[in-house]
């Protein structure tokens, strides 16, 4: 019941980079802040990108983000295998007041 | 380092009721301006915010489980908990905790390991 769209999928050389898009409406995106979130294989999701496009501590400034209207970017530079994840966008619904995540996206290094 | 782990039983039979908790170490519950949610994700399949809890006890339910979902918080333990009842095969999935920030500026800085919850007879 994912209500911000993401590409399925999205791929790369080592060294390269990619972008991730998120996309949702004005209730979501267009008026809270969007976080980012990784997940690797067999684990749980961690904070990647939060308030649209800080880092917290720890993660490398190969990844960040931006927020434009109703859509949000995760990027990725720098590609490396172990980026080899799911990536999710995620923010508050206002008018629904629930948390929506998107619906997922595969990063593959080839 | 804030941790989070939840416990709780691997296997729910059908139309039971499902119950986990979340219990918080190397930080309060209590702390100010922190939510504190339960998040799952069916086999194969992606995220999905079930509800969120202020320690004060105001919480916050994902309208498609509105009917079945009760979270609590007991402050004494530092811990919280889900029900979710009449369940089905549907709701099998990784059942995760994790700490959020509030409202509009709501992200998941921390997060548990998650636990495998089978609805199965």
């Known amino acids: 019941q994912s209500v911000l769209t993401q590409p399925p999928s999205v791929s790369a050389a080592p060294g390269q980079k990619v972008t991730i898009s998120c996309s949702g409406s004005?209730?979501?995106?267009?008026?809270?802040?969007v976080s980012w979130y990784q997940q690797l294989p067999g684990t749980a999701p961690k904070l990647l990108i939060y308030?649209?496009?800080k880092r917290p501590s720890g993660i490398p400034d190969r990844f960040s983000g931006s927020k434009s209207g109703t859509s949000a970017t995760l990027g990725i530079t720098g590609l490396q295998t172990g980026d080899e994840a799911e990536y999710y966008c995620g923010t508050w619904d206002s008018s629904r007041t629930v948390y929506v995540f998107g619906t997922g996206t595969k990063v593959t290094v080839l | 380092q804030l941790q989070l782990q939840e416990s709780g039983p691997g296997l729910v039979k059908p139309s039971e009721t499902l119950s986990l908790t979340c219990t918080v170490s190397s930080g309060s519950i209590s702390s100010t301006g922190y939510y504190w949610g339960w998040i799952r994700q069916p086999p194969g399949k992606g995220l999905e915010w079930m509800g969120s809890i202020y320690y004060s006890g105001t919480t916050y339910y994902n309208p498609s489980l509105k009917s079945r979902i009760t979270i609590s918080v007991d402050t004494s333990k530092n811990q919280f908990s889900l029900e979710l009842r009449s369940v089905s095969a549907a709701d099998t999935a990784v059942y995760v905790c994790?700490?959020?920030?509030?409202?509009?500026?709501?992200?998941?800085?921390?997060w548990g390991q998650g636990t495998l919850v089978t609805v199965s007879s």
């Open positions: 308030e649209n496009n």
């Open positions: 004005s209730s979501d995106i267009g008026n809270c802040f």
């Open positions: 994790g700490r959020s920030t509030g409202d509009g500026t709501a992200y998941f800085d921390y």
